[in-house]
Nanobody, 118 residues
Framework: QVQLVESGGGLVQPGGSLRLSCAAS????????MGWYRRAPGKQRELVAT???????NYADSVKGRFTISRNNAKNTVYLQMNSLKFEDTAVYYC????????????WGQGTQVTVSS
């Protein structure tokens, strides 16, 4: 069983940047698809980005060119660098881990709040 703990959320102005981190209690080297989801107030949860063990990245259209996902298997950590943040990026961000790309993740973190406000 792998536990995921997110950090790095907070309040940021539009156009600003944040870097989210996700620390795993166990090894993530065997977890193929690490990713980030988010849920904005009043909206459904949506996939933000994923990264496979081979380093293949996938992004939601709404964040392409602004967000970058990365993973460090040696540190059992996944990151989400968020630049040029917009009001609509306000949400709770969840770190996820799944053994199979394209399938619902098996592991979820508790979430970290990101608020974009002036």
């Amino acid at each position: 069983q792998v536990q995921l703990v997110e950090s790095g959320g907070g309040l940021v102005q539009p156009g600003g940047s944040l870097r989210l981190s996700c620390a795993a209690s166990g090894s993530i080297s065997s977890i193929n698809a690490m990713g980030w989801y988010r849920r904005a107030p009043g909206k459904q949860r949506e996939l933000v980005a994923t990264i496979t063990g081979s380093g293949r990245e996938n992004y939601a259209d709404s964040v392409k060119g602004r967000f970058t996902i990365s993973r460090n298997n040696a540190k059992n950590t996944v990151y989400l660098q968020m630049n040029s943040l917009k009001f609509e990026d306000t949400a709770v961000y969840y770190c996820t881990g799944g053994y199979f790309s394209g399938s619902p993740p098996q592991y979820w973190g508790q979430g970290t709040q990101v608020t974009v406000s002036s």
